[in-house]
């Protein structure tokens, strides 16, 4: 059985971020990851925002992780060479009732340390021409900013690899094997493995993972479903992030500009028991499209190209704070039923401003669990990048072409992305075997034709590059394959 000082369950972006963490160090890592490719739970499907802290419950463990995570992206995009702009945010009030929620909101994010700033409606009106006219105001967190949640995943990982990190994708965890009450190893849909600390970061699943071992019964992940729109960055420009003022159990369903150019508009959120469901409806399309028009009545439905749904892994666990009565908080732990287990459980937003913040409490929760950590001599945090053609000179494009002819041939009209980019990335440190995960590492296949144009060419390019038949390319894995049999071949 081959042997791992720690495993990590769940490529998403805690689990990226975890094993980027602990590479620094001289120990065997192995992460799994139980899809096709990483980061496609919850990770890929937000809205992206690296989050100032003003929503968390003051006390709870969510508001710590946020406040400590939240400066740390600056050097972490840096070093991974990942989009990151640090825009701030808006709470917009619609109304002079909303307009004083401002204050308690203004309150709160005091309570978190993140700094605010209420502007007027004529200064919000200034700042986002497209905002509802009827503004009274809005709440700004200047810390809060906008990242490419893909890239910060897959930039992570690779980084891990490059500093000596094993990865198995399509490869689940299914069972503990301990001795007694100690986990040394792991059963998983590709044979046993041996560890001596497993990181438990199975988003939606945490919790099934957690009672595999026999731990915390109780608790128990319940997930939310949050559907979007996303709008033709052709027609719509915005490069703001807009909340409305908060309900209850949501930040509310908001209007925000990405790293990639296109508008957001979402989420709802809707508690479901199925982890699989990541479906969108049209109740759940009509309520968010109502949500946005509160915000930007401007918009139009001709300017949707595409919708998507996530599964935030909402959990029940109790904040630990005395005198804080929450009951959503997030679990990071390391278990005391067993010996070598670590949670993050319940990791719903803002999970992923607090991954960083999450990745450096893992180090702390093992070196209090006894583990030695000792620096790796040569560990580089600087992840190599690879050029994107649509960000250079023409100048740049121009000798990069004179060097490797590939990145003279546009595959992807809309995003402008190469034959060039599309080879790198299925030889990069995490070989990119599917179409989709081409499309989440370039952005290929999300302007108006969304991929009707490339896909052809993407798959003879994997098809070639992995040395496979064109039939054996998928979407998304296995079961999702585009091509059953030439046109001429006579069907069996
Ligand atoms: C609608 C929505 C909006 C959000 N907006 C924001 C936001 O703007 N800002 C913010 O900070 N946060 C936001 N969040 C929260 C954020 O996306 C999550 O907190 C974060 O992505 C959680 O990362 P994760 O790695 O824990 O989970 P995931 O990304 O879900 O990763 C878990 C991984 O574990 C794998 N896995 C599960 N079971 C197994 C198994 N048995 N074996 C192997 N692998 C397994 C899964 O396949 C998955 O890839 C939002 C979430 C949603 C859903």
């Known amino acids: 059985m081959k042997k791992y000082d720690i495993i990590i369950i769940g490529g998403g972006v805690i689990g990226c971020m975890t094993a980027r963490a602990l590479s620094r160090f001289d120990l065997k890592i192995l992460l799994i990851e139980r899809e096709s490719d990483i980061g496609m739970g919850a990770s890929s499907a937000n809205s992206a925002i690296v989050h100032a802290g003003h929503d968390p419950m003051p006390g709870s ?42 204050a308690a909101l203004k309150e709160r994010s005091e309570k978190n340390g993140v700094q605010t700033e209420l502007i007027s409606a004529e200064e919000m009106r200034k700042r986002e021409p497209m905002i509802n006219p009827s503004t009274s105001g809005a709440l700004f967190t200047p810390t809060a900013g906008m990242v490419d949640p893909f890239a910060a995943c897959v930039a992570s990982i690779e980084n891990a690899i490059e500093n000596g990190v094993e990865v198995l994708t399509g490869t689940a965890f299914t069972g503990f094997i301990m001795e007694g ?29 957690m009672h595999a071992a026999g731990v915390r019964p109780d608790f128990k992940v319940t997930p939310r479903r949050g559907e979007y ?56 399309l009509a309520e968010i499209w109502q949500g946005a028009q509160k915000l930007v009545p401007s918009i139009t439905p001709r300017t ?21 009565n929450y009951h959503n908080d997030f679990v990071i732990e390391r278990a005391t039923e067993v010996e070598g287990l670590i949670n993050l459980a319940g990791i719903e937003s803002p999970g992923f401003t607090a991954a960083p913040a999450i990745a450096q409490r893992v180090t702390e929760l093992l070196a209090d669990g006894g583990e030695t950590l000792v620096e790796k001599q040569g560990w580089n945090p600087i992840r190599k990048t690879r050029p994107r ?18 990145y003279g041939r546009i595959v992807c009209r809309c995003e402008m992305i190469t034959e060039g980019e599309i080879v790198a990335e299925i030889h990069a440190p995490l070989p990119a075997r599917t179409y989709d995960a081409i499309k989440r590492r370039t952005w290929l296949g999300t302007g108006r034709c969304l991929g009707s144009f490339d896909m052809p060419r993407v798959v003879e390019l994997l098809a070639h590059e992995l040395n496979l038949p064109v039939t054996a390319i998928s979407k998304k894995g296995p079961g999702s394959e585009f091509l059953l049999r030439p046109t001429k071949e006579v069907e069996a």
């Open 304 to 324: 949707i190209i595409a919708v998507f749904a996530g599964l935030r892994a909402t959990g029940n666990a109790v904040c630990l704070t005395p005198g804080v």
């Open 181 to 209: 009450k100690k986990i040394t190893g792991i059963h998983t849909s590709l044979g046993d493995f041996a560890c001596r600390w497993v990181v438990n970061a199975a988003g939606t699943y945490s919790d099934e993972v």
């Open 61 to 102: 463990l969510k508001a710590e992780m946020n406040r400590l995570a939240n400066p740390m992206w600056t050097q972490v995009s840096e070093e991974l060479g990942i989009p990151f702009k640090r825009c701030g945010a808006y709470i917009v009030a619609v109304g002079e009732e909303e307009y004083g929620c401002l």
């Open 229 to 284: 729109y996303l709008l033709d960055k052709a027609e719509v420009e915005m490069n703001n992030i807009l909340f409305p003022v908060p309900s209850a159990v949501s930040k509310g369903i908001l209007v925000l500009g990405s790293t990639h150019g296109n508008v957001l508009v979402g989420p709802n959120s809707q508690s479901t028991d199925d982890k699989e469901n990541k479906s969108v409806t049209p109740d759940g």
């Open 389 to 406: 053609f649509n960000h250079l000179s023409r100048e740049e494009q121009a000798a990069l072409v004179a060097k490797d002819p590939r």
